[in-house]
Protein backbone atom coordinates (compact mmCIF):
# COMPACT_ATOMS: atom_id res chain seq x y z
CA UNK A 1 0.00 0.00 0.00
CA UNK A 2 2.53 2.01 1.00
CA UNK A 3 4.20 2.69 -2.39
CA UNK A 4 1.44 3.73 -4.14
CA UNK A 5 1.78 7.14 -2.16
CA UNK A 6 4.88 7.45 -3.32
CA UNK A 7 5.26 9.94 -6.24
CA UNK A 8 6.64 8.09 -9.50
CA UNK A 9 9.72 10.45 -11.05
CA UNK A 10 11.94 10.11 -13.74
CA UNK A 11 15.47 7.71 -13.83
CA UNK A 12 18.59 9.75 -14.75
CA UNK A 13 18.99 12.68 -17.65
CA UNK A 14 20.47 11.44 -20.56
CA UNK A 15 21.00 13.05 -24.04
CA UNK A 16 21.31 10.10 -25.80
CA UNK A 17 18.40 8.11 -27.15
CA UNK A 18 18.49 4.44 -26.56
CA UNK A 19 15.30 2.84 -27.39
CA UNK A 20 14.55 0.18 -25.17
CA UNK A 21 12.95 -2.94 -26.70
CA UNK A 22 15.19 -5.12 -28.26
CA UNK A 23 12.62 -7.58 -29.23
CA UNK A 24 8.72 -6.68 -30.26
CA UNK A 25 6.14 -7.08 -27.45
CA UNK A 26 2.51 -7.70 -27.35
CA UNK A 27 0.61 -4.48 -27.16
CA UNK A 28 -0.94 -4.00 -23.89
CA UNK A 29 -5.02 -4.20 -24.25
CA UNK A 30 -7.63 -2.88 -21.93
CA UNK A 31 -8.87 -6.11 -22.14
CA UNK A 32 -5.67 -7.11 -19.98
CA UNK A 33 -6.71 -4.96 -17.13
CA UNK A 34 -9.56 -6.45 -15.03
CA UNK A 35 -10.60 -5.65 -11.55
CA UNK A 36 -8.84 -5.54 -8.49
CA UNK A 37 -8.81 -4.44 -5.20
CA UNK A 38 -7.93 -0.98 -3.30
CA UNK A 39 -5.84 2.10 -4.74
CA UNK A 40 -7.38 5.00 -2.58
CA UNK A 41 -8.27 8.08 -5.28
CA UNK A 42 -5.82 10.97 -5.29
CA UNK A 43 -8.66 13.99 -5.12
CA UNK A 44 -7.25 16.82 -7.53
CA UNK A 45 -9.59 19.05 -6.47
CA UNK A 46 -8.79 22.43 -4.87
CA UNK A 47 -10.20 25.22 -3.66
CA UNK A 48 -7.76 28.12 -2.98
CA UNK A 49 -4.59 30.02 -4.19
CA UNK A 50 -1.34 27.90 -5.75
CA UNK A 51 1.00 27.21 -2.63
CA UNK A 52 4.01 26.24 -2.89
CA UNK A 53 4.82 23.67 -1.79
CA UNK A 54 4.27 20.12 -3.85
CA UNK A 55 0.70 18.91 -1.86
CA UNK A 56 -0.70 22.35 -2.66
CA UNK A 57 0.72 22.42 -6.11
CA UNK A 58 -0.18 19.22 -6.84
CA UNK A 59 -4.00 19.92 -6.14
CA UNK A 60 -4.02 22.78 -7.74
CA UNK A 61 -2.92 22.20 -10.80
CA UNK A 62 -5.73 19.19 -10.84
CA UNK A 63 -8.35 22.14 -10.60
CA UNK A 64 -8.59 25.59 -10.37
CA UNK A 65 -12.18 26.24 -9.47
CA UNK A 66 -14.96 24.01 -7.37
CA UNK A 67 -16.76 24.49 -10.83
CA UNK A 68 -15.62 20.89 -12.09
CA UNK A 69 -19.48 19.00 -12.14
CA UNK A 70 -18.61 18.44 -15.58
CA UNK A 71 -15.19 16.81 -15.65
CA UNK A 72 -16.08 15.32 -12.52
CA UNK A 73 -18.85 13.96 -14.41
CA UNK A 74 -16.28 12.67 -17.22
CA UNK A 75 -14.35 10.91 -14.52
CA UNK A 76 -17.61 8.83 -13.54
CA UNK A 77 -17.48 7.57 -16.45
CA UNK A 78 -13.98 5.85 -16.50
CA UNK A 79 -14.29 2.70 -15.42
CA UNK A 80 -12.03 2.81 -12.55
CA UNK A 81 -15.11 3.21 -10.21
CA UNK A 82 -17.38 1.38 -7.98
CA UNK A 83 -19.84 -1.03 -9.34
CA UNK A 84 -23.36 -0.96 -8.32
CA UNK A 85 -23.80 -2.84 -4.45
CA UNK A 86 -20.15 -3.07 -4.15
CA UNK A 87 -18.89 -1.27 -1.54
CA UNK A 88 -15.11 -1.57 -2.14
CA UNK A 89 -12.92 0.80 -3.74
CA UNK A 90 -11.81 -1.11 -7.58
CA UNK A 91 -8.88 -0.24 -9.52
CA UNK A 92 -7.66 -2.23 -12.74
CA UNK A 93 -4.36 -4.08 -13.27
CA UNK A 94 -2.89 -6.10 -15.53
CA UNK A 95 -3.39 -10.34 -15.99
CA UNK A 96 -0.34 -12.12 -15.55
CA UNK A 97 -0.95 -15.74 -16.89
CA UNK A 98 -4.24 -15.42 -16.53
CA UNK A 99 -3.88 -14.82 -12.81
CA UNK A 100 -3.68 -11.03 -11.34
CA UNK A 101 -0.45 -9.79 -9.53
CA UNK A 102 -2.64 -9.34 -6.61
CA UNK A 103 -3.95 -12.91 -6.70
CA UNK A 104 -0.02 -14.01 -7.34
CA UNK A 105 0.54 -11.83 -4.35
CA UNK A 106 -1.51 -13.62 -1.84
CA UNK A 107 -0.24 -17.04 -2.70
CA UNK A 108 2.99 -16.08 -1.07
CA UNK A 109 1.28 -13.65 1.96
CA UNK A 110 -1.66 -14.85 3.05
CA UNK A 111 -2.96 -11.96 4.63
CA UNK A 112 -1.88 -7.98 3.48
CA UNK A 113 -2.07 -5.43 6.70
CA UNK A 114 -0.92 -2.10 5.61
CA UNK A 115 2.89 -1.70 6.13
CA UNK A 116 3.95 1.82 7.99
CA UNK A 117 5.43 4.51 4.87
CA UNK A 118 9.57 4.37 5.25
CA UNK A 119 11.94 6.93 4.12
CA UNK A 120 12.56 4.48 0.88
CA UNK A 121 9.04 4.46 -0.09
CA UNK A 122 9.03 8.28 -0.21
CA UNK A 123 12.61 8.39 -2.03
CA UNK A 124 12.46 9.62 -5.73
CA UNK A 125 13.29 6.18 -7.54
CA UNK A 126 10.80 4.71 -9.31
CA UNK A 127 10.28 1.37 -6.89
CA UNK A 128 10.25 -1.04 -9.72
CA UNK A 129 13.65 -0.76 -10.91
CA UNK A 130 15.92 1.78 -12.20
CA UNK A 131 13.36 1.79 -15.31
CA UNK A 132 10.34 4.18 -15.89
CA UNK A 133 7.71 2.08 -17.53
CA UNK A 134 6.59 4.20 -20.10
CA UNK A 135 3.25 3.37 -22.07
CA UNK A 136 2.34 4.18 -25.86
CA UNK A 137 0.33 3.06 -28.77
CA UNK A 138 1.08 0.97 -31.14
CA UNK A 139 3.51 -1.60 -31.55
CA UNK A 140 7.54 -1.48 -31.17
CA UNK A 141 8.91 0.22 -34.43
CA UNK A 142 5.75 2.91 -34.03
CA UNK A 143 6.85 6.53 -33.28
CA UNK A 144 5.29 7.05 -30.58
CA UNK A 145 7.73 4.06 -29.28
CA UNK A 146 10.80 6.77 -30.57
CA UNK A 147 8.81 9.48 -29.06
CA UNK A 148 8.93 7.48 -25.35
CA UNK A 149 12.55 7.19 -25.97
CA UNK A 150 12.71 10.19 -26.75
CA UNK A 151 11.01 11.71 -23.67
CA UNK A 152 12.95 9.16 -21.02
CA UNK A 153 15.94 7.74 -22.35
CA UNK A 154 16.56 4.12 -21.15
CA UNK A 155 12.66 3.61 -19.98
CA UNK A 156 10.75 0.78 -19.98
CA UNK A 157 8.49 1.35 -23.28
CA UNK A 158 5.10 -0.38 -23.01
CA UNK A 159 3.01 -1.06 -26.11
CA UNK A 160 -0.69 -0.46 -25.49
CA UNK A 161 -3.49 -1.18 -28.41
CA UNK A 162 -5.47 1.80 -28.01
CA UNK A 163 -5.01 4.97 -26.56
CA UNK A 164 -7.20 4.92 -23.77
CA UNK A 165 -5.25 1.67 -22.77
CA UNK A 166 -1.93 4.02 -21.94
CA UNK A 167 -4.20 6.27 -20.06
CA UNK A 168 -5.50 3.64 -18.18
CA UNK A 169 -2.19 1.70 -18.02
CA UNK A 170 -0.53 5.07 -15.75
CA UNK A 171 -3.67 5.64 -14.08
CA UNK A 172 -3.66 2.12 -12.34
CA UNK A 173 0.21 2.07 -12.00
CA UNK A 174 0.64 -0.12 -15.17
CA UNK A 175 3.26 2.20 -16.16
CA UNK A 176 4.50 5.46 -14.48
CA UNK A 177 3.89 7.60 -17.65
CA UNK A 178 2.60 7.90 -21.04
CA UNK A 179 3.76 9.51 -23.95
CA UNK A 180 0.66 10.40 -26.34
CA UNK A 181 0.86 12.59 -30.00
CA UNK A 182 -1.32 15.11 -29.88
CA UNK A 183 -0.93 17.09 -33.07
CA UNK A 184 1.18 16.84 -36.30
CA UNK A 185 2.78 19.45 -38.38
CA UNK A 186 0.75 18.24 -41.47
CA UNK A 187 -2.12 16.35 -40.29
CA UNK A 188 -3.50 18.34 -37.42
CA UNK A 189 -4.77 17.49 -34.27
CA UNK A 190 -5.39 14.13 -32.74
CA UNK A 191 -8.37 14.63 -31.29
CA UNK A 192 -8.66 11.49 -29.75
CA UNK A 193 -6.19 12.53 -27.31
CA UNK A 194 -7.80 15.41 -26.61
CA UNK A 195 -11.24 14.17 -25.42
CA UNK A 196 -9.54 11.59 -23.50
CA UNK A 197 -7.24 14.15 -21.80
CA UNK A 198 -10.76 15.86 -20.69
CA UNK A 199 -12.11 11.96 -19.32
CA UNK A 200 -8.79 11.06 -17.38
CA UNK A 201 -7.15 12.24 -14.67
CA UNK A 202 -4.06 12.54 -15.93
CA UNK A 203 -1.39 15.32 -16.05
CA UNK A 204 0.60 16.60 -18.94
CA UNK A 205 4.38 17.20 -17.62
CA UNK A 206 6.34 17.57 -20.71
CA UNK A 207 6.43 17.45 -24.33
CA UNK A 208 8.62 16.28 -26.78
CA UNK A 209 8.66 16.87 -30.59
CA UNK A 210 10.09 14.50 -33.07
CA UNK A 211 10.62 14.58 -36.46
CA UNK A 212 8.24 12.16 -38.46
CA UNK A 213 10.31 10.46 -41.20
CA UNK A 214 8.21 7.92 -43.09
CA UNK A 215 9.27 5.04 -45.15
CA UNK A 216 7.49 3.06 -47.76
CA UNK A 217 7.54 -0.72 -46.56
CA UNK A 218 7.33 -3.69 -48.53
CA UNK A 219 8.70 -7.62 -48.46
CA UNK A 220 11.74 -7.87 -49.69
CA UNK A 221 11.92 -8.70 -53.04
CA UNK A 222 8.81 -6.97 -53.92
CA UNK A 223 8.66 -3.77 -56.43
CA UNK A 224 6.17 -0.55 -56.38
CA UNK A 225 4.11 -2.03 -59.54
CA UNK A 226 3.48 -4.91 -57.82
CA UNK A 227 1.38 -2.73 -55.05
CA UNK A 228 -2.33 -2.54 -55.27
CA UNK A 229 -2.91 -1.06 -51.33
CA UNK A 230 -1.06 1.06 -48.86
CA UNK A 231 -2.06 0.37 -45.00
CA UNK A 232 -0.84 2.73 -42.20
CA UNK A 233 -1.93 4.96 -39.47
CA UNK A 234 -4.82 7.44 -40.74
CA UNK A 235 -2.30 10.64 -39.84
CA UNK A 236 0.96 8.71 -41.61
CA UNK A 237 -1.74 7.90 -45.03
CA UNK A 238 -2.26 11.36 -44.51
CA UNK A 239 1.43 13.18 -44.27
CA UNK A 240 2.26 10.90 -47.07
CA UNK A 241 -1.14 11.81 -49.62
CA UNK A 242 0.79 13.81 -52.23
CA UNK A 243 4.14 12.21 -52.23
CA UNK A 244 1.96 8.62 -53.04
CA UNK A 245 0.40 10.05 -55.61
CA UNK A 246 3.48 11.82 -57.03
CA UNK A 247 5.26 8.35 -56.58
CA UNK A 248 2.33 7.33 -59.54
CA UNK A 249 1.53 4.66 -57.52
CA UNK A 250 -2.02 3.44 -58.44
CA UNK A 251 -3.01 2.15 -54.73
CA UNK A 252 -5.94 2.04 -52.44
CA UNK A 253 -5.25 3.68 -49.03
CA UNK A 254 -6.16 1.59 -46.15
CA UNK A 255 -6.30 2.82 -41.94
CA UNK A 256 -4.37 0.59 -39.56
CA UNK A 257 -4.07 1.12 -36.00
CA UNK A 258 -0.31 2.28 -36.17
CA UNK A 259 2.29 2.42 -38.44
CA UNK A 260 4.66 -0.29 -37.16
CA UNK A 261 1.24 -2.83 -36.98
CA UNK A 262 1.22 -2.27 -40.38
CA UNK A 263 4.64 -2.98 -41.01
CA UNK A 264 4.28 -6.19 -39.18
CA UNK A 265 0.77 -7.17 -40.38
CA UNK A 266 2.38 -6.98 -44.35
CA UNK A 267 5.49 -9.40 -43.06
CA UNK A 268 3.23 -11.59 -40.56
CA UNK A 269 0.92 -12.46 -43.79
CA UNK A 270 3.17 -12.12 -46.50
CA UNK A 271 1.42 -9.97 -48.27
CA UNK A 272 2.79 -9.13 -51.62
CA UNK A 273 0.00 -6.59 -52.96
CA UNK A 274 0.81 -4.45 -50.09
CA UNK A 275 2.99 -1.69 -48.82
CA UNK A 276 3.12 -0.32 -44.95
CA UNK A 277 3.88 3.41 -44.28
CA UNK A 278 6.32 3.03 -41.10
CA UNK A 279 9.33 4.03 -39.71
CA UNK A 280 12.74 2.40 -40.89
CA UNK A 281 13.26 0.50 -37.39
CA UNK A 282 9.86 -1.10 -38.17
CA UNK A 283 11.66 -1.94 -41.36
CA UNK A 284 14.53 -3.73 -39.16
CA UNK A 285 11.60 -4.95 -36.88
CA UNK A 286 10.01 -6.42 -38.94
CA UNK A 287 12.23 -7.45 -41.87
CA UNK A 288 10.97 -5.19 -44.38
CA UNK A 289 12.40 -3.95 -47.43
CA UNK A 290 12.36 0.14 -48.07
CA UNK A 291 11.49 0.87 -51.56
CA UNK A 292 11.06 4.58 -50.92
CA UNK A 293 12.55 7.00 -48.13
CA UNK A 294 11.26 10.12 -46.36
CA UNK A 295 7.46 9.88 -48.04
CA UNK A 296 6.43 12.24 -46.22
CA UNK A 297 5.04 15.51 -48.18
CA UNK A 298 7.06 18.07 -46.05
CA UNK A 299 10.72 17.11 -44.69
CA UNK A 300 9.93 19.64 -41.76
CA UNK A 301 6.77 17.04 -41.11
CA UNK A 302 6.62 16.95 -36.99
CA UNK A 303 5.08 15.63 -34.04
CA UNK A 304 4.04 16.87 -30.95
CA UNK A 305 3.42 14.60 -27.86
CA UNK A 306 2.65 15.08 -24.57
CA UNK A 307 3.81 12.94 -21.28
CA UNK A 308 1.14 12.04 -19.06
CA UNK A 309 1.88 11.27 -15.15
CA UNK A 310 -0.32 10.73 -12.32
CA UNK A 311 0.57 13.49 -10.80
CA UNK A 312 1.49 17.58 -11.59
CA UNK A 313 4.87 18.70 -11.08
CA UNK A 314 5.54 21.63 -9.63
CA UNK A 315 5.90 24.30 -12.34
CA UNK A 316 9.38 26.64 -12.59
CA UNK A 317 10.20 30.04 -13.61
CA UNK A 318 13.78 28.93 -14.65
CA UNK A 319 13.00 28.19 -17.98
CA UNK A 320 10.18 28.36 -20.73
CA UNK A 321 7.47 26.74 -20.13
CA UNK A 322 4.14 26.04 -21.08
CA UNK A 323 0.39 25.64 -19.50
CA UNK A 324 -2.46 23.73 -21.02
CA UNK A 325 -6.07 24.66 -20.19
CA UNK A 326 -9.33 23.25 -20.86
CA UNK A 327 -12.59 25.27 -20.57
CA UNK A 328 -16.02 25.56 -21.18
CA UNK A 329 -18.36 28.50 -21.42
CA UNK A 330 -21.46 29.77 -19.15
CA UNK A 331 -24.86 29.53 -21.09
CA UNK A 332 -24.80 33.01 -21.03
CA UNK A 333 -21.18 33.46 -22.71
CA UNK A 334 -21.50 31.18 -25.96
CA UNK A 335 -18.64 31.29 -28.27
CA UNK A 336 -17.85 35.23 -27.34
CA UNK A 337 -16.19 33.39 -23.74
CA UNK A 338 -13.28 33.03 -26.41
CA UNK A 339 -12.35 36.22 -26.83
CA UNK A 340 -12.93 37.28 -23.89
CA UNK A 341 -10.19 34.24 -22.65
CA UNK A 342 -7.77 35.70 -25.60
CA UNK A 343 -7.85 39.37 -24.00
CA UNK A 344 -6.65 37.46 -20.54
CA UNK A 345 -4.35 36.28 -22.20
CA UNK A 346 -3.01 39.14 -24.64
CA UNK A 347 -3.49 42.41 -21.95
CA UNK A 348 -0.62 40.41 -20.05
CA UNK A 349 1.37 39.39 -23.04
CA UNK A 350 0.94 35.71 -23.05
CA UNK A 351 1.25 34.04 -26.14
CA UNK A 352 -0.83 31.39 -27.49
CA UNK A 353 0.59 28.22 -29.28
CA UNK A 354 -2.45 26.47 -29.45
CA UNK A 355 -6.15 26.63 -29.49
CA UNK A 356 -8.65 23.66 -29.99
CA UNK A 357 -12.21 23.16 -30.19
CA UNK A 358 -14.17 19.64 -29.62
CA UNK A 359 -17.96 19.45 -28.85
CA UNK A 360 -19.43 19.86 -25.50
CA UNK A 361 -19.96 16.25 -24.65
CA UNK A 362 -22.43 16.52 -22.31
CA UNK A 363 -24.21 19.71 -24.22
CA UNK A 364 -23.43 19.63 -27.46
CA UNK A 365 -26.07 21.62 -28.82
CA UNK A 366 -27.65 25.14 -27.23
CA UNK A 367 -31.05 26.09 -27.93
CA UNK A 368 -32.55 29.41 -27.92
CA UNK A 369 -35.99 30.61 -28.78
CA UNK A 370 -35.51 33.03 -31.06
CA UNK A 371 -37.97 35.66 -28.39
CA UNK A 372 -34.68 35.42 -26.50
CA UNK A 373 -32.14 35.62 -29.00
CA UNK A 374 -33.13 39.35 -30.28
CA UNK A 375 -33.50 38.11 -33.49
CA UNK A 376 -35.93 40.95 -33.92
CA UNK A 377 -38.90 40.41 -36.25
CA UNK A 378 -38.53 37.11 -38.11
CA UNK A 379 -40.22 33.97 -38.13
CA UNK A 380 -40.28 32.44 -34.85
CA UNK A 381 -38.11 29.32 -34.20
CA UNK A 382 -35.46 28.21 -32.14
CA UNK A 383 -31.98 28.51 -32.91
CA UNK A 384 -29.74 25.19 -32.37
CA UNK A 385 -25.96 26.41 -31.43
CA UNK A 386 -22.81 24.28 -31.02
CA UNK A 387 -21.57 24.42 -27.94
CA UNK A 388 -17.27 23.89 -27.44
CA UNK A 389 -14.66 22.82 -24.82
CA UNK A 390 -12.13 24.87 -25.72
CA UNK A 391 -7.84 24.03 -25.18
CA UNK A 392 -5.63 26.40 -24.94
CA UNK A 393 -1.83 25.90 -24.73
CA UNK A 394 0.20 29.29 -23.52
CA UNK A 395 3.63 30.49 -23.32
CA UNK A 396 4.01 30.67 -19.26
CA UNK A 397 4.36 28.54 -16.41
CA UNK A 398 1.90 28.38 -13.84
CA UNK A 399 4.05 29.93 -11.37
CA UNK A 400 4.18 32.99 -12.75
CA UNK A 401 1.67 36.06 -11.31
CA UNK A 402 0.79 37.18 -15.19
CA UNK A 403 -0.20 33.32 -15.56
CA UNK A 404 -1.98 33.02 -12.67
CA UNK A 405 -3.80 35.93 -12.58
CA UNK A 406 -5.02 35.45 -16.51
CA UNK A 407 -6.55 31.97 -15.25
CA UNK A 408 -8.45 34.25 -12.71
CA UNK A 409 -9.98 36.01 -15.62
CA UNK A 410 -10.68 33.14 -17.30
CA UNK A 411 -13.02 31.61 -14.14
CA UNK A 412 -15.16 34.67 -14.58
CA UNK A 413 -16.70 33.31 -18.06
CA UNK A 414 -16.11 29.73 -17.81
CA UNK A 415 -18.52 27.08 -16.33
CA UNK A 416 -15.60 24.80 -15.82
CA UNK A 417 -11.70 25.49 -16.42
CA UNK A 418 -9.24 22.62 -15.91
CA UNK A 419 -5.60 22.99 -15.97
CA UNK A 420 -3.91 20.63 -17.91
CA UNK A 421 -0.80 20.77 -17.16
CA UNK A 422 2.13 23.32 -16.82
CA UNK A 423 5.25 21.66 -18.33
CA UNK A 424 8.55 22.97 -19.76
CA UNK A 425 8.65 22.98 -23.02
CA UNK A 426 10.70 21.38 -25.45
CA UNK A 427 13.23 23.48 -26.71
CA UNK A 428 15.17 20.80 -28.49
CA UNK A 429 16.48 21.34 -32.00
CA UNK A 430 16.09 18.86 -34.31
CA UNK A 431 17.53 18.14 -37.57
CA UNK A 432 14.80 17.50 -40.25
CA UNK A 433 17.30 14.48 -41.92
CA UNK A 434 17.48 12.69 -39.01
CA UNK A 435 14.92 10.60 -38.73
CA UNK A 436 13.08 9.94 -35.70
CA UNK A 437 13.29 6.06 -35.43
CA UNK A 438 17.01 7.12 -35.34
CA UNK A 439 18.66 6.28 -32.17
CA UNK A 440 21.17 9.48 -32.03
CA UNK A 441 18.10 11.92 -31.04
CA UNK A 442 19.26 13.81 -27.52
CA UNK A 443 15.79 14.02 -25.11
CA UNK A 444 14.39 17.40 -24.29
CA UNK A 445 15.82 17.48 -21.26
CA UNK A 446 12.99 17.87 -19.47
CA UNK A 447 12.46 14.22 -17.83
CA UNK A 448 9.61 15.04 -15.43
O1 LIG B 1 1.48 4.97 -35.75
C1 LIG B 1 2.48 5.41 -35.18
O2 LIG B 1 3.62 5.04 -35.40
C2 LIG B 1 2.28 6.43 -34.15
O3 LIG B 1 3.11 6.59 -33.30
C3 LIG B 1 1.04 7.29 -34.22
C4 LIG B 1 1.25 8.59 -34.97
C5 LIG B 1 0.04 9.53 -34.74
O4 LIG B 1 -0.90 9.18 -34.05
O5 LIG B 1 0.08 10.64 -35.26
C6 LIG B 1 2.42 9.29 -34.45
C7 LIG B 1 3.23 10.01 -35.24
C8 LIG B 1 2.99 10.16 -36.67
O6 LIG B 1 2.40 11.42 -36.80
C9 LIG B 1 2.08 9.14 -37.21
C10 LIG B 1 1.32 8.38 -36.40
Redo the contacts with the bound molecule.
Sequence with gaps: MAAILTPATTGPHSTRLALPIAKPKLPLQRTHLVRCVHRPEISPFFHGAVGANRADWQSACAILSSKVATASQHHQQTPQHHEAGDDTNHSLVPVVNGQSPAAAALDLVPVQLPQPLTIADLSPAPKHGSHLRVA???VP???????AAKAYPNCDAIPCDQFEAAFQAVELWVADRAVL?VE?SL?GS?HRNYDLLLRHRLHIVGEVQ?P?HHCLLALPGVRKEQLTRVI??P??LS?CEHTLTAMGLNVAREAF??????AEYVALNGLQDTAAI??AR?AELYGMQVLADGIQDDSG?V?R?VMLAREPIVPRVDRPFKTSIVFAAHDSEGTSVLFKVLSAFAFRDIGLTKIESRPHRQRPIRLEDETSSGGGGGAAGTAKHFEYTFYVDFQASLAERRAQNALAEVQEFTSFLRVLGSYPMDMTPWSITSS?SSSSSSSPGSQQ
Design positions: YQGGAYSEAAPNGILVSHQAQDDTAGAASANTFS
